[in-house]
């Protein structure tokens, strides 16, 4: 610790140096074709000195503090002369260019910094460069709101809501259908039940801006349809900056409350998201004798066969377990609280030009719910008489996560000179969440006639992602060449999760029946390494016409191991003193599962073996398995401006899928999975200028959807509450999908802006997940079904208020509102299972977590002069589809709502998520922040609505945080 805080003081005593001069930056970007110009010359007369625009238009200048007339310059456009430019010392300036072609009316342009507003030349790029449809949000923008990580950050997207706080739900599409990427390269997921990345391994003070491509075009992965999201991390700084944050939070449901719950298992490493072994499955309980074949051992205690020797090795093995207590200890969470650094640096050498971002946080943040719900109801056949529901098995207690996450980044870029530049980037995110649910009021009238039921699960998860990334980006004459490299490790451990279910009689008194497993350990882990590479070459052959190619490839190798160990109690009696049974224990976990209470306990008067608690091998080797997958793709299009209003740009990709999945990692003899196939992926794109303020689009595609490695494996994953398991199927299908977009836009000012988008969708093949419950063990299964249509419409508006009065010029707001209608076929067996208890199923549904509409609204406030800023936030999304019912029960839907006094919903009506942030800024250098989140203290409620009554199916109450954040920051 002490070298971290040595590091730091030099930081800081770094800035009296650095901070005599200021620094004058921006981008100079083509004003009728939106791109950024290299080469721009950028002089300063007073001292007759300056720069020129580098690959990415930036020009980067350090002067005196003053005020200064720039010129800028290029040989085939006019000349722009920017007068009253000021420079303030150890502060950036940033004067962002638009810089017209030459015509012979005017050979140069006069204006002052007074009159630009630097969001002038990213609005050009918005709204002329992008050839995909996007939409997106800056690095500003997400400080301004408070978002802690790159998934919150997305809720505020035209069109987009966040799937369990991770996975981003792109136009009514789950992450099936949309890729995450960084930096132009697809993120892997430590998920193995998830196609695409959990956003929240990035935090937001990584972020530069995220940008949300709505439409295909050739040079983008053909596996995504309804967004592509990119998280472009911090380049090359302008100067020496160094920012400190730190936050503390308040919540009213979990904050000091001694009804959280921990593992006892702990250690010196928790607080870090890190397992210091104490969780790990023992290296001797893989193919363990004692563990494989216990029953006969169990025969040879009861025939008192076993030599000391063999006792001795037997005891020691089953007494191992009982360090993993399934017994909890209260716990009193306290603040969370979290530390963000970032610091970086440009440094000259002539005209090569070197830089560093470097950033660090943690974080650490506990979430209790006291009044946790989870129940699953079946349904009888409709007769007419009344609710058909009936409940199976219902579950009511609490929840208590004690979650840490911490990361790295950092990025260095060489700029040879404005041609050449290139950068290498690593970024290690990890990520521990620690749970106890503990369901200690619920019933079982699914298997029990009377009594309750309780059951407890302890679990400990720890997703790791190191990505490592060198890329470049070179220009020679009218060529341009964008190559990168990745090599990714990511993985999920998930240690020792422990499992007990019990009925518990009406005098107290636990047991176990057979309609219930018995208690057992669990343990999981997923080892994923990835290597990407991609090249993209542009031609311009001339202002009006280009060619852009390139090729991609990616490798991903997969090894998940999953193990379960579980309880035996056969051979035991009751009756013996020696031996606690768990009726006699009634709830004393601690006793029940201890040293002393398993193994062999010792003999008796007869000189009979006494036998306690045992352990046996349930591993079915099929839930392992090892898989592949590989995608080499090349692409070719082009664009051309037809006019100075017409613009078209298309061509096609053409992808190499190659997965395979070898379920059994001991060498059983099972079904493998696997997709060989080769699809060709046309795009098509019109955009017609109307004028300088707004363009008409017009977008056509196809593209698909992959299945990933855990759907093609055929095994069945248990549901550890009492829900049906889920089995993979080898010979599942790729998806394809057709595309058709429609966008009107218009930047009226700068930071205003008004778009509507239409978009239909045709699948092909979509994957659903169906439930087979005809048979025995109703069980979900991955199947292709034969079509699937999604249509909707977006329209997003921003606009600075000072239009109504001009003491409102320092507010604006913004909104978008998506409405998104759907329809996917039921599988044929599920559809014909289902109509045979209820004719008038209906032979459709939504695609999963589709959202009939979307709200995003916000209303800001900002004065630099005064240094206060403030935004008032609120997101409002439709009731959508959850999981799919059971027999001729409803679907089950997901919505933020109000529970009445009897635990359920009155209406299917969502409650906005609201959140308020008032920031300060004070002595040019610091800022304090308070936010509050879920404003009108909303529950997530999963349901079933039957004759107009809502079943609770899932509940949990997030409670109201409040947030005081501090910020320290140079530059």
């Given at each position: 610790?002490?070298?971290?805080?040595?590091?730091?003081?030099?930081?800081?005593?770094?800035?009296?140096?650095?901070?005599?001069?200021?620094?004058?930056?921006?981008v100079?970007?083509?004003?009728?074709?939106?791109?950024?110009?290299?080469?721009?010359?950028?002089?300063?007369?007073?001292?007759?000195?300056?720069g020129?625009?580098?690959?990415?238009?930036?020009?980067?200048?350090r002067?005196?503090?003053?005020?200064?007339?720039?010129?800028?310059?290029?040989?085939?456009?006019?000349?722009?002369?920017?007068?009253?430019?000021?420079?303030?010392?150890?502060?950036?300036?940033?004067?962002?260019?638009?810089m017209?072609?030459?015509?012979?009316?005017?050979?140069?342009?006069?204006?002052?910094?007074?009159?630009?507003d630097?969001?002038?030349?990213?609005?050009?790029?918005?709204?002329?460069?992008?050839?995909?449809?996007?939409?997106?949000?800056?690095?500003?923008?997400?400080?301004?709101?408070?978002?802690?990580?790159?998934?919150e950050?997305?809720?505020?997207?035209?069109?987009?809501?966040?799937?369990?706080?991770?996975?981003?739900?792109m136009?009514?599409?789950?992450?099936r259908?949309?890729?995450?990427?960084?930096?132009?390269?697809?993120?892997?997921?430590?998920?193995?039940?998830?196609?695409?990345?959990?956003?929240?391994?990035?935090?937001?003070?990584?972020?530069?801006?995220?940008?949300?491509?709505?439409?295909?075009?050739?040079?983008?992965?053909?596996?995504?349809?309804?967004?592509?999201?990119?998280?472009?991390?911090?380049?090359?700084?302008?100067?020496?900056?160094?920012?400190?944050?730190?936050?503390?939070?308040?919540?009213?449901?979990?904050?000091?409350?001694?009804?959280?719950?921990?593992d006892?298992?702990?250690?010196?490493?928790s607080?870090?998201?890190?397992?210091?072994?104490?969780r790990?499955?023992?290296?001797?309980?893989?193919?363990?004798?004692?563990?494989?074949?216990?029953?006969?051992?169990l025969?040879?205690?009861?025939?008192?066969?076993?030599?000391?020797?063999?006792?001795?090795?037997?005891?020691?093995?089953?007494?191992?377990?009982?360090?993993r207590?399934?017994?909890?200890q209260?716990?009193?969470?306290?603040?969370?609280?979290?530390?963000?650094?970032?610091?970086?640096?440009?440094?000259?050498?002539?005209?090569?030009?070197?830089?560093?971002?470097?950033?660090?946080?943690?974080?650490?943040?506990?979430?209790?719910?006291?009044?946790?719900?989870?129940?699953?109801y079946?349904?009888?056949?409709?007769?007419?008489s009344?609710?058909?529901?009936?409940?199976?098995?219902?579950?009511?207690?609490?929840?208590?996560?004690?979650?840490?996450?911490?990361?790295?980044?950092?990025?260095?870029?060489?700029?040879?000179?404005?041609?050449?530049?290139?950068?290498?980037?690593?970024?290690?995110?990890?990520?521990?969440?620690?749970?106890?649910?503990?369901?200690?009021?619920?019933?079982?009238?699914?298997?029990?006639?009377?009594?309750?039921?309780?059951?407890?699960?302890i679990?400990?998860?720890?997703?790791?992602?190191?990505?490592?990334?060198?890329?470049?980006?070179?220009?020679?004459?009218?060529?341009?060449?964008?190559?990168?490299?990745?090599?990714?490790?990511?993985s999920?451990?998930?240690?020792?999760?422990?499992?007990?279910?019990?009925?518990?009689?009406?005098?107290?008194?636990?047991?176990?029946?057979?309609?219930?497993?018995?208690?057992?350990?669990?343990?999981?882990?997923?080892?994923?390494?990835?290597?990407?590479?991609?090249?993209?070459?542009?031609?311009?052959?001339?202002?009006?016409?280009?060619?852009?190619?390139?090729?991609?490839?990616t490798?991903?190798?997969?090894?998940?191991?999953?193990?379960?160990?579980?309880?035996?109690?056969?051979?035991?009696?009751?009756?013996?003193?020696?031996?606690?049974?768990?009726?006699?224990?009634?709830?004393?976990?601690?006793?029940?599962?201890?040293?002393?209470?398993?193994?062999?306990?010792g003999?008796?008067?007869?000189?009979?073996?006494?036998?306690?608690?045992?352990?046996?091998?349930?591993?079915?080797?099929?839930?392992?398995?090892?898989?592949?997958?590989?995608?080499?793709?090349?692409?070719?299009?082009?664009?051309?401006?037809?006019?100075?209003?017409?613009?078209?740009?298309?061509?096609?990709?053409?992808?190499?899928?190659?997965?395979?999945?070898?379920?059994?990692?001991?060498?059983?003899?099972?079904?493998?999975g696997?997709?060989?196939?080769v699809?060709?992926?046309?795009?098509m794109?019109?955009?017609y200028?109307?004028?300088?303020?707004?363009?008409?689009?017009?977008?056509g595609?196809q593209?698909?959807?992959?299945?990933?490695?855990?759907?093609l494996?055929?095994?069945a994953?248990?549901?550890?509450?009492?829900?049906?398991p889920?089995?993979?199927?080898?010979?599942?299908?790729?998806?394809?999908v057709?595309?058709?977009?429609?966008r009107?836009?218009?930047?009226?000012?700068?930071g205003?802006?008004?778009?509507?988008?239409?978009?239909?969708?045709?699948?092909?093949?979509?994957?659903?997940?169906?439930?087979?419950?005809?048979?025995?063990?109703?069980?979900?299964?991955?199947?292709?079904?034969?079509?699937?249509?999604?249509?909707?419409?977006e329209?997003?508006?921003?606009?600075?208020?000072?239009?109504?009065?001009?003491?409102?010029?320092?507010?604006?707001?913004?909104?978008?509102?998506?409405?998104?209608?759907?329809?996917?076929?039921?599988?044929?067996?599920?559809?014909?299972?289902?109509?045979?208890?209820?004719?008038?199923?209906?032979?459709?549904?939504?695609?999963?977590?589709?959202?009939?509409?979307?709200?995003?609204?916000?209303?800001?406030?900002?004065?630099?002069?005064?240094?206060?800023?403030?935004?008032?936030?609120a997101?409002?999304?439709?009731?959508?589809?959850?999981?799919?019912?059971?027999?001729?029960?409803?679907?089950?839907?997901?919505v933020?709502?109000?529970?009445n006094?009897?635990?359920?919903?009155?209406?299917?009506?969502?409650?906005?998520?609201?959140?308020?942030?008032?920031?300060?800024?004070?002595?040019n250098?610091?800022?304090?922040s308070?936010?509050?989140?879920?404003l009108?203290?909303?529950?997530?409620?999963?349901y079933?609505e039957?004759?107009?009554?809502?079943?609770?199916?899932?509940?949990?109450n997030?409670?109201?945080?409040?947030?005081?954040?501090?910020?320290?920051?140079?530059?």
């Open positions: 610790m002490k070298y971290f805080f040595s590091i730091l003081i030099s930081l800081l005593l770094a800035v009296p140096a650095l901070a005599q001069k200021g620094t004058l930056t921006g100079v970007v083509d004003e009728q074709t939106g791109e950024e110009m290299i080469g721009v010359n950028v002089y300063v007369p007073s001292i007759s000195d300056g020129v625009t580098d690959i990415n238009g930036k020009y980067n200048i002067l005196n503090p003053g005020t200064y007339t720039v010129e800028f310059s290029y040989i085939t456009h006019q000349k722009k002369i920017v007068e009253d430019v000021e420079v303030r010392e150890g502060e950036v300036t940033q004067l962002d260019i638009t017209s072609q030459s015509n012979q009316e005017l050979d140069e342009v006069i204006i002052s910094a007074r009159r630009i630097n969001n002038e030349a990213s609005l050009l790029r918005l709204q002329k460069k992008s050839l995909p449809v996007q939409d997106g949000i800056s690095s500003e923008e997400i400080n301004r709101i408070g978002f802690s990580n790159s998934a950050s997305m809720r505020q997207v035209t069109g987009a809501s966040v799937e369990g706080g991770k996975f981003i739900v136009r009514g599409l789950g992450d259908y949309s890729i995450s990427s960084m930096d132009g390269i697809v993120l892997p997921t430590t998920n193995p039940y998830r196609n695409s990345a959990s956003l929240d391994l990035i935090p937001s003070s990584m972020v530069d801006n995220i940008v949300v491509k709505k439409t295909f075009s050739p040079d983008l992965p053909g596996n995504f349809t309804g967004g592509a999201v990119d998280i472009t991390t911090k380049s090359l700084p302008d100067r020496y900056y160094l920012r400190l944050s730190t936050s503390v939070s308040f919540n009213d449901q979990t904050t000091f409350n001694e009804n959280f719950l921990g006892p298992i702990n250690n010196s490493l607080r870090l998201g890190f397992d210091d072994g104490s790990k499955k023992k290296s001797d309980w893989s193919d363990n004798e004692y563990l494989n074949r216990l029953n006969l051992y025969i040879q205690i009861q025939n008192n066969q076993l030599s000391d020797q063999d006792i001795s090795a037997f005891n020691s093995t089953m007494q191992s377990f009982s360090d207590p399934f017994y909890v209260q716990e009193t969470p306290g603040l969370d609280h979290s530390l963000n650094i970032s610091f970086g640096n440009r440094h000259y050498f002539g005209e090569t030009q070197l830089g560093y971002n470097v950033g660090i946080n943690y974080s650490k943040s506990f979430s209790q719910y006291d009044e946790r719900e989870i129940n699953n079946t349904a009888r056949i409709p007769d007419g009344g609710s058909r529901m009936q409940e199976f098995q219902l579950n009511n207690g609490s929840e208590s996560i004690d979650e840490v996450n911490n990361g790295l980044i950092g990025s260095t870029t060489l700029q040879v000179d404005e041609k050449n530049e290139i950068t290498f980037t690593t970024i290690y995110n990890n990520n521990a969440t620690e749970s106890v649910l503990d369901m200690q009021n619920g019933a079982y009238p699914g298997a029990l006639s009377s009594g309750s039921y309780n059951n407890r699960v679990s400990f998860v720890q997703r790791e992602l190191f990505n490592n990334q060198l890329k470049g980006r070179h220009n020679f004459s009218n060529l341009e060449v964008r190559w990168s490299g990745n090599y990714v490790k990511s999920q451990y998930e240690p020792n999760t422990r499992f007990i279910g019990s009925p518990v009689d009406e005098s107290g008194q636990y047991f176990y029946v057979r309609e219930v497993q018995l208690p057992f350990h669990f343990f999981r882990d997923l080892d994923d390494t990835q290597y990407n590479g991609k090249l993209d070459l542009e031609y311009k052959f001339s202002n009006k016409f280009s060619v852009k190619s390139g090729g991609f490839f490798k991903k190798d997969r090894n998940f191991n999953e193990f379960r160990f579980q309880l035996e109690n056969n051979g035991t009696d009751a009756s013996n003193s020696e031996f606690l049974s768990f009726r006699e224990a009634s709830g004393n976990f601690a006793n029940y599962f201890s040293r002393n209470n398993t193994g062999i306990l003999r008796d008067g007869n000189g009979d073996l006494i036998l306690g608690l045992t352990y046996r091998d349930q591993t079915r080797p099929e839930n392992s398995y090892e898989g592949s997958e590989q995608v080499a793709a090349g692409y070719l299009m082009g664009v051309w401006d037809i006019s100075e209003k017409l613009k078209v740009f298309g061509g096609a990709r053409i992808e190499h899928t190659d997965f395979s999945i070898t379920p059994g990692s001991r060498g059983e003899s099972v079904t493998e696997g997709i060989n196939e699809d060709i992926l046309p795009s794109n019109v955009i200028a109307l004028n300088e303020e707004s363009n008409l689009r017009f977008s595609s593209t698909l959807a992959r299945p990933n490695m855990r759907e494996a055929p095994f994953s248990f549901d550890l509450l009492g829900g049906f889920v089995v993979g199927n080898p010979d599942i299908d790729r998806t394809n057709i595309n058709l977009d429609i009107y836009e218009i930047f009226p000012n700068a205003e802006m008004l778009a509507a988008s239409a978009f239909y969708k045709d699948f092909t093949n979509p994957i659903v997940r169906e439930l087979d419950v005809a048979s025995d063990q109703p069980q979900y299964q991955y199947v292709n079904t034969n079509n699937g249509r999604l249509f909707g419409f329209m997003e508006f921003r606009k600075e208020l000072d239009f109504i009065a001009d003491a409102l010029r320092n507010f604006k707001f913004s909104t978008n509102f998506t409405y998104t209608s759907s329809r996917v076929d039921l599988g044929e067996n599920e559809l014909k299972t289902r109509r045979n208890l209820d004719p008038s199923i209906k032979a459709f549904r939504p695609f999963p977590f589709q959202s009939p509409y979307l709200v995003n609204m916000m209303l800001m406030y900002e004065n630099s002069q005064t240094g206060w800023d403030a935004a008032l936030y997101n409002i999304a439709g009731a959508r589809l959850a999981a799919n019912g059971s027999g001729a029960a409803p679907d089950i839907y997901e933020n709502g109000k529970l006094d009897e635990g359920r919903l009155t209406s299917s009506r969502p409650l906005p998520d609201m959140s308020f942030r008032v920031q300060k800024s004070f002595l250098r610091m800022s304090a308070l936010s509050i989140n879920n009108l203290d909303y529950s997530v409620v999963q079933q039957d004759q107009g009554t809502y079943f609770t199916n899932s509940a949990l997030p409670g109201r945080t409040f947030k005081l954040s501090f910020t320290y920051r140079i530059n």
